[in-house]
């Protein structure tokens, strides 16, 4: 079996101060992007930051940022519509309009750490009806069980396409913990043939990217999700993060998906979807 693996070099919270390898200019995004993908990723999960680090939506940065992946390798491109915590859903939602081949969506607001991330229920469907139109597949990022109940009610009104691909993210302070129980549980509940992956936030990346991968699930690696390599040990960028994730999905005997096939699993099995 195939495993799509998502590099994901740059979250919505940390800074150089944290790991002085975190990827923030466009230049290093693009770095970090096409090493991972020379790594194994085919896809991209992106954050955009403006030149103080600080998590932006500016458009103008966006399209340089993909501009200069695209330019050097082509793997698909994911824009995080979560973007930060301080960028308004208004500036966040405007970023599918660079017509990336998937985004992000956040179906529901919560805590997040010290801050809150607002995703209220009329926003959220109406980024989910824009990014319906321009043919844009959604990522589907649940942080709690009712997070999934959230997607099946957008799926119900025709937002989403049929075929559902989730993120079940695990550790984020306001969201489910980091246990493998919990991760059980969400996979049980999704609906079948749905597309998921783990998003293991913080000391438990390793070991619950691994359980998700026996359990037959993608993969995601990064330095958005953490910042070291095993403990005490930051990472010298999301390239070690990305070998660690093939080589673990190769012992239990994957395939790593390359670029055309991700495309066949994610996209063309989903052309007709909505
Ligand atoms: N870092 C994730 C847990 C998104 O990209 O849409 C939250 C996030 C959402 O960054
Ligand atoms: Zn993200």
Redesign the pocket.
């Known amino acids: 079996m195939s495993i799509v693996l998502t590099v ?1 070099p740059t ?3 940390a800074t150089k101060s944290d790991n002085p390898n975190l990827a923030t200019t466009p230049e290093e995004i693009a770095d970090a992007v096409v090493a991972a993908y020379e790594a194994g990723a085919s896809v991209a ?1 992106i ?1 955009l930051r403006d030149e103080d680090e600080r998590p932006t939506a500016d458009l103008s940065i966006g399209r340089r940022v993909i501009g200069l992946v695209s330019d050097r390798c082509p793997i698909l491109i994911q824009l ?4 930060g915590l301080d960028v308004p859903f208004e500036q966040r939602e405007k970023l599918v309009e660079l017509k990336p081949a998937m985004a ?1 969506l ?1 179906p529901c607001s919560m805590s ?1 750490g010290g801050g809150e ?1 607002l995703n209220p229920p009329n926003k959220v469907r109406r980024l989910a009806a824009r990014m319906r139109d321009l043919g844009i597949l959604p990522e589907l ?1 649940i ?1 709690d069980t009712g997070h999934l109940e959230a997607c099946l009610r957008l799926r119900d009104e025709g937002l989403l396409p049929e075929k559902l691909q989730f993120s079940i ?1 695990l550790g ?1 302070q306001g969201g489910m913990a980091a246990t493998a129980d919990n991760l059980i549980h969400m996979v049980n509940r999704l609906p079948d043939k749905s597309i998921w992956q783990v ?1 293991a ?1 913080g000391r438990a990346n390793a070991s619950l990217t691994a359980i998700g991968l026996a359990l037959g699930g993608n993969a995601r690696a990064g330095l ?2 953490t910042l070291y390599l095993r403990r005490n040990e930051l990472s010298p960028g999301s390239t070690p993060l990305v070998e660690r994730a093939v080589r673990v999905a190769t012992e239990l005997g994957h395939e790593i998906a390359d670029v055309a096939e991700t495309r066949r699993i994610l996209l063309q099995s989903n052309a007709k979807a909505f």
């Open positions: 994901a979250g919505p919270i999960h954050h995080s519509t979560g973007a992000t956040n997040f991330f990022e942080y993210v984020v998003i936030i958005e999700d």
